[in-house]
């Protein structure tokens, strides 16, 4: 059983993503652009100099899509996203190849036997993955490839041994937490309760600074993507 199961991931940029919440890409809010200041800084800054992936992570709701979704829309040549494989077919308008890697169940067991996946994970009913390939192809493109990915998937891919920079994102306090969970509206209380049930458990992991390059504390979400930034970027010359 997954400790750690996955959950929805929401872009508003039309790149694949890692791992998508629940699998099904919901779009940001316009009133979540909107807390974001007029001040936010989106000043231009240089590729980094390390370009090896950045691994974002933290509980559901701590804010990853929200900086994410800023830092794409910034540096939209800088930074890509690894198309994931999945075996579910492929819905209107999905290509293959760009939306997902869309595979059979025989062709996605062979991966996994053959060790190509970074991490994978069943959700409903449906496997998932990133492949080493994936990762590398961004790499390629000359991008700085973005992982936002659980906490299990985290535990997998550091397994796996892939060169990357970790980021821990988690708001203030737990309750706080729930606040934005329940104020994004778009999860039933159920699913809140198991959210922040998993949640309780990442926290702890997160609070030990030895597991994390960064952990940016999403408060002030104009501060919170500073920091993030300011990590990311911190490698090149000035
Ligand atoms: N600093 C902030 N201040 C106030 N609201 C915030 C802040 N950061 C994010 N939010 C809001 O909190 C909610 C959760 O943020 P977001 O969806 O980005 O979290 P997430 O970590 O990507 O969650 P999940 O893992 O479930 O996809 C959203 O409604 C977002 O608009």
């Known amino acids: 059983m997954l400790l750690f199961s996955q959950s929805l991931r929401r ?3 039309s790149i694949p993503v890692t791992r998508l919440l629940g699998h099904s890409r919901r779009s940001i809010s316009a009133s979540t652009a909107l807390l974001f200041s007029l001040s936010s800084s989106s000043r231009s800054r240089r590729p980094p100099d390390d370009k090896r992936p950045i691994v974002i992570t933290g509980p559901s709701g701590s804010g990853k899509s929200t900086l994410i979704n800023k830092l794409f829309k910034d540096h939209p040549s800088t930074f890509g996203f690894s198309v994931s494989h999945t075996t579910r077919g492929p819905r ?44 590398e192809d961004v790499n390629a493109s000359g991008k700085v490839c973005i992982l ?17 920079r970790y980021v821990f994102v988690r708001p203030r306090s737990l309750g706080l937490l729930e606040t934005r969970l329940r104020g994004r509206g778009t999860e039933t209380e159920e699913a809140i309760q198991k959210r922040l049930e998993r949640a309780r458990a990442e926290w702890e992991y997160g609070l ?5 390059d960064r952990v940016v ?21 000035q």
């Open 11 to 13: 872009h508003n940029v």
């Open 92 to 135: 209107t308008g999905e290509q293959d190849g760009v939306a997902y890697h869309f595979v059979s169940k025989e062709k996605m067991q062979q991966l996994i036997d053959d060790r190509q996946f970074l991490e994978h994970a069943i959700f409903s009913e449906n496997h998932y993955g990133t492949s080493k390939k994936a990762v």
């Open 148 to 164: 936002d990915i659980d906490l299990q998937g985290v535990q997998s891919v550091r397994k796996a041994g892939l060169p990357a």
């Open 208 to 212: 030990d600074p030895t597991h994390f």
């Open 217 to 237: 504390v999403n408060d002030e979400l104009d501060q919170a993507y500073e920091d993030l930034c300011d990590f990311i970027f911190e490698h090149q010359a």
